[in-house]
């Protein structure tokens, strides 16, 4: 019998969290079953930092807003932010258009190597918490002298969870080396760059459910082709009381050199 009171009572909240809406990027409906180390720099810190003295910024894939809105006392004279999903950009808008924040819809993994909706040089700072990018376009828009700051998800993060329902790193390119060298092609001079490995712990399955389904971390999940995976999960939950996995973040600063 599973932890939550039998199996069928197991299956039954597994479908609910299956099918609990999702918007943003806000993951507080598992708060208190779902915790996450955090890296040992703070990326709001870091954002402030790039956006003192600019006059125009933008935030590179904004999800709803949550992020971004923390930083309103620190918004330039104009602030932008994109979005690329239909339902993150109305929450996005919500949120941010009181806050002064012009929201672009934009979607950097369709045109890889296609420009961002700016003008050359017209931007002081640009921000990205989890975002693609193209590095070429970041110092494209950048004014000389302006800042770019990213944190990323390694790729390699959750690969155990992963591997537990078959899947391999959906990105494995995605790692500190190669963005390095990235932006240095690009012509920006990199300030900071540095990667963390930290855990992300579950201690039920029903939250695990909620996360693999509104991250997109599995394709095609679903309880009822994966229910054998979250029996087995379930059963190591009612023996250790938790589920562990290794997360993967790193951060790089960097300006575009002064004219």
């Known amino acids: ?57 933008v935030d590179l894939g904004t999800g709803g807003g949550e992020r971004l809105s923390l930083l309103a006392d620190a918004f330039p004279r104009r ?17 941010l258009g009181p806050l002064g924040v012009t929201v672009v819809r934009y979607a950097s993994e369709d045109v890889v190597g ?15 918490r989890h975002e693609s990018y193209d590095a070429r376009e970041v110092a494209r828009v950048l004014a000389p ?7 990323q998800v390694d790729g390699r993060d959750l690969a155990t969870l992963r591997a537990t329902f078959g899947v391999g790193p959906a990105f494995p390119q995605v790692a500190l080396g190669p963005f390095v ?12 760059a540095e990667e963390w490995w930290g855990d992300s712990v579950f201690t039920d399955v029903g939250a695990l459910v909620y996360y693999v389904k509104a991250s997109g971390l599995v394709p095609g999940f679903s309880v009822e082709r994966y229910e054998m995976v979250l029996r087995e999960l379930d059963s190591r939950i009612s023996a250790s ?3 562990r996995f290794r ?13």
């Open 247 to 259: 997360c993967g973040r790193f951060v790089l600063a960097a300006r575009k050199p002064a004219a």
């Open 145 to 151: 002298g302006g800042r770019f700051l990213t944190q």
């Open 114 to 128: 296609g420009p961002l909706p700016f003008a050359d040089g017209s931007l002081d700072a640009v921000l990205d």
């Open 79 to 95: 602030m932008f932010a994109t979005e690329a999903y239909h339902a993150n950009d109305r929450v996005a808008r919500d949120r």
């Open 181 to 192: 060298a990235a932006a240095e092609t690009a012509g920006l001079v990199i300030e900071r």
């Open 241 to 243: 009381g938790e589920l």
């Open 1 to 57: 019998m599973g932890r939550d009171g039998g199996p069928d009572g197991n299956l039954a909240r597994w479908r609910a969290e299956e099918q609990h809406p999702f918007t943003g990027w806000d993951f507080s409906h598992i708060h208190g079953r779902w915790s996450e180390e955090s890296p040992p720099w703070s990326y709001e810190d870091l954002a402030r930092q790039a956006l003192y003295g600019a006059r125009s910024a």
